[in-house]
């Protein structure tokens, strides 16, 4: 709960851009006094993705109980906040217009600096917020002036080099992203939307939970490209073969039944989470793999991990291990704010803040696609 003892400014944050209704406060010193996501996915649940449509209608009905349960956890009133931060885009453009517009409304309202914020400057610092802690929330950790991004999520899978906020793109991917692929695979297996959690979790199950000799990628070849950029569709076509071809074998590969609790897995041919565990192999093979190439090249420094991606628990062991062998300073992202969160959006608008900037609320523009 907030106190007068709370340094300012205190920071809302929205965050509209897809499929998630999230509000966030945030004190002067980057603690999450609350961080609430809305989740849509029963509205989508029915077309196997999200509608754009009933986002934008699904965010403008969670709002007023989002905003609500965000002030009260943190124990503010609209009065208390110093700061206010809304997502600009990349995302849809209806979902984001809603959430900029009542960002710049509540700014203008309340007299105070806005931010638009660029979604994935908010995914970049979300390595160094800390895990909420209801009685004691602490401080986000010091952001350094040099960091390695990496987002992985289901629209960006990317590298990048952070200094003092300015951000530079080393390479992204061609043309899935790593989270897509794992929706798609999860798909053809009739597993419900977004898939990735749960092509994850069977996976896990076939490597023994963590704690037997993980598979490697097997049948699948892992995309070795030139400089610093991903590739993500040659696996996707070579997992979709795959499952075709354990189906003209006879194996049953329709998961849907699999898709509750942590139980599903003992319901799954063992070839098809054999198949899965191969697939996450690869996957994270190849982020290794660019890993490898760019740290040859020159020192990541502090490597920071972020986006809804980043949960994959595979990822999460092997980059554990790959930057503590190489003496890498490794940022993973907290599993809270890995997906699509507003606490992330508010210390980035925390972040642009300390270093004098501030965002006109009038001629701030959402948009579907633009470049950090
Ligand atoms: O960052 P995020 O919440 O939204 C975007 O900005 O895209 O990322 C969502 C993506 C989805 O594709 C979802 O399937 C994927 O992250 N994802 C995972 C895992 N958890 C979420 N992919 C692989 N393994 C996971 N454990
Ligand atoms: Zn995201």
């Not at 002036?145 to 289901?154: K, M, P």
């Not at 979790?201 to 995309?223: I, K, M, Q, Y």
């Not at 699999?258 to 565990?277: I, Q």
Request: overall charge negative.
């Amino acid at each position: 709960m907030a106190d007068a003892s709370h340094p300012a400014p205190l920071v809302l944050g929205i965050e509209t851009s897809c499929d998630d209704t999230a509000c966030a406060v945030l004190d002067g010193d980057g603690r999450v006094l609350s961080s609430v996501v809305s989740s849509q996915l029963a509205a989508h649940r029915p077309y196997g993705g999200v509608v754009p449509e009933i986002a934008s209608r699904e965010h403008l009905r969670n709002w007023p109980a989002v905003s609500a349960e965000a002030l009260e956890r943190a124990g503010v009133g609209w009065g208390e906040i110093g700061l206010v931060a809304a997502t600009r885009g990349p995302g849809l453009v209806g979902a984001l217009l809603v959430g900029l517009s009542l960002g710049k409304a509540i700014a203008y309202a309340l007299g105070r600096p806005f931010h638009a914020v660029h979604h994935l400057e908010g995914h970049l610092s979300s390595p160094f917020l800390r895990p909420p802690a209801p009685a004691d929330p602490a401080p986000a950790d010091p952001v350094p002036q040099r960091f390695t991004g990496l987002v992985l999520s289901g629209g960006h899978t990317a590298l990048y080099t952070v200094d003092g906020g300015a951000v530079a793109t080393l390479g992204e991917t061609r043309d899935d992203a790593m989270g897509e692929v794992f929706d798609k695979v999860g798909k053809r297996l009739r597993l419900p939307y977004p898939q990735g959690p749960h092509v994850d979790r069977l996976a896990e199950a076939a490597d023994g939970e963590g704690t037997a000799p993980a598979a490697g990628p097997g049948r699948f070849g892992v995309a070795a490209l030139p400089g610093h950029g991903f590739s993500f569709s040659g696996l996707k076509s070579q997992a979709l073969k795959a499952i075709e071809a354990l189906e003209a074998h006879g194996v049953a590969t329709d998961l849907e039944a699999a898709a509750d609790g942590d139980g599903g897995a003992a319901a799954v041919a063992p070839e098809v989470l054999r198949l899965l565990a191969e697939f996450r192999a690869a996957a994270v093979a190849q982020v290794l793999g660019r890993l490898e190439r760019l740290a040859a090249e020159r020192p990541l420094g502090v490597l920071a991990v972020s986006g809804g991606a980043a949960a994959n628990r595979r990822l999460r062991r092997d980059l554990g291990a790959w930057c503590a062998a190489r003496g890498v300073e490794l940022r993973l992202v907290p599993l809270v704010y890995s997906g699509d969160n507003a606490a992330m959006i508010a210390h980035a608008a925390l972040l642009r803040h300390r270093r004098g900037l501030v965002d006109d609320p009038f001629s701030a523009e959402a948009a579907s696609r633009i470049p950090l």
